[in-house]
């Protein structure tokens, strides 16, 4: 199992965080890469694509727990993509916000996939911490 947490600080409050945060449909407005569509209630199907052109991974969900506007967590059930992940907004002041972005990943591969991961984790926490950067931008924008 692959854990990748990568947390970003928001100058917003929860709600205004949560809207942008779980609008599937706008995911490719700060997701590096990223796009995404698929409902917003437990239960709900989730189909994401990261890539360029038609070369990259599709990342099927399954929403199973919906807490707005606090927690969302999702079963990725692809064939590459596997595990649990979570979206967090945290209350850390007045109109001040903490997305906690929370990966636990089922590595493919056996030793391959784990070897993979030790080069791979370090780029995907990058591009994670720019995308929730992105984020938080957006939302400060009044998105």
Do not use: K, Y
């Not at 779980?22 to 890469?33: A, F, G, K, S, Y």
């Not at 038609?54 to 199973?64: E, H, L, P, W």
């Amino acid at each position: 199992m692959a854990e990748l947490v990568v947390t970003a600080e928001v100058n917003a409050p929860a709600q205004a965080v949560w809207d942008v945060l779980t609008d599937w449909d706008q995911h490719d407005r700060w997701m590096l890469l990223t796009s995404a569509s698929g409902g917003r209630t437990e239960g709900a199907s989730i189909a994401a694509f990261t890539g360029v052109g038609r070369i990259g991974i599709n990342d099927s969900m399954t929403i199973v727990v919906w807490e707005p506007p606090r927690r969302c967590v999702v079963r990725h059930t692809g064939r590459i993509v596997r595990g649990s992940g979570a979206f967090e907004v945290q209350d850390v002041g007045t109109d001040r916000s903490r997305v906690v972005w929370s990966e636990w990943l089922d590595l493919p591969l056996g030793i391959v996939g784990r070897l993979g991961w030790l080069v791979v984790r370090p780029l995907t926490r990058l591009g994670v911490a720019r995308s929730l950067h992105r984020l938080a931008r957006l939302v400060e924008a009044g998105a």
